[in-house]
């Protein structure tokens, strides 16, 4: 499994604390701006992960801001990217399930790292449901 990280200034040690955690399981990480130590706007963050995810054909994007609520924004603009932020467990489930979610969010003002490590173990770990009507759904919201 290949993975694409990223954050702004707002979510950098969380971003090196997930980096860190996923190499652990074995999981490739790509980071396409590194670390960030001064000041970059999430907006160019996120436009090189997207980037960087059809490149290197990776199976997720984790993304983190100060809130999750900037990254989450940005990544949606793009039509084949479905992302959310979230720190439930049951609503990461059902993202990949029903939603077929590609893109993580988190904000690391608010949320605590072993909250966001089982929400990502949860998301990485469940497959988007194969019936039609989710399928379905799913693709019309490429379309929008
Ligand atoms: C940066 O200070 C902060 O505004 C940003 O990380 C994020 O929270 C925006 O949504």
């Given at each position: 499994?290949?993975?694409?990280?990223?954050?702004d200034?707002?979510g950098?040690k969380y971003?090196?604390?997930?980096?860190?955690?996923?190499?652990?399981?074995?999981i490739?990480?790509?980071?396409?701006?590194g670390?960030p130590?001064?000041?970059?706007d999430?907006?160019?963050v996120?436009?090189?992960?997207?980037?960087s995810?059809?490149?290197?054909?990776?199976?997720?994007i984790?993304?983190?801001?100060?809130?999750?609520?900037g990254?989450s924004?940005a990544?949606?603009?793009?039509?084949?990217?479905?992302?959310l932020v979230?720190?439930?467990?049951y609503?990461?489930?059902?993202?990949?399930?029903h939603?077929?979610?590609?893109?993580?969010?988190?904000?690391?003002?608010?949320?605590?790292?072993?909250?966001i490590k089982e929400?990502?173990?949860?998301?990485?770990?469940?497959?988007?449901s194969?019936?039609p009507?989710?399928l379905?759904?799913?693709?019309k919201?490429?379309?929008?």
């Amino acid at each position: 499994m290949k993975i694409v990280l990223g954050s702004d200034h707002g979510g950098s040690k969380y971003l090196s604390e997930i980096d860190e955690f996923l190499q652990k399981l074995n999981i490739e990480t790509i980071v396409p701006c590194g670390f960030p130590t001064d000041s970059i706007d999430y907006p160019d963050v996120v436009k090189s992960c997207v980037s960087s995810f059809g490149q290197n054909e990776a199976n997720f994007i984790i993304l983190i801001c100060g809130s999750g609520v900037g990254v989450s924004i940005a990544a949606n603009r793009y039509s084949h990217i479905r992302a959310l932020v979230t720190a439930d467990l049951y609503q990461a489930k059902l993202a990949r399930e029903h939603n077929h979610a590609n893109c993580l969010c988190f904000g690391e003002r608010l949320y605590g790292i072993d909250q966001i490590k089982e929400v990502i173990k949860v998301f990485i770990n469940t497959s988007g449901s194969k019936e039609p009507r989710h399928l379905n759904r799913v693709e019309k919201l490429g379309d929008l």
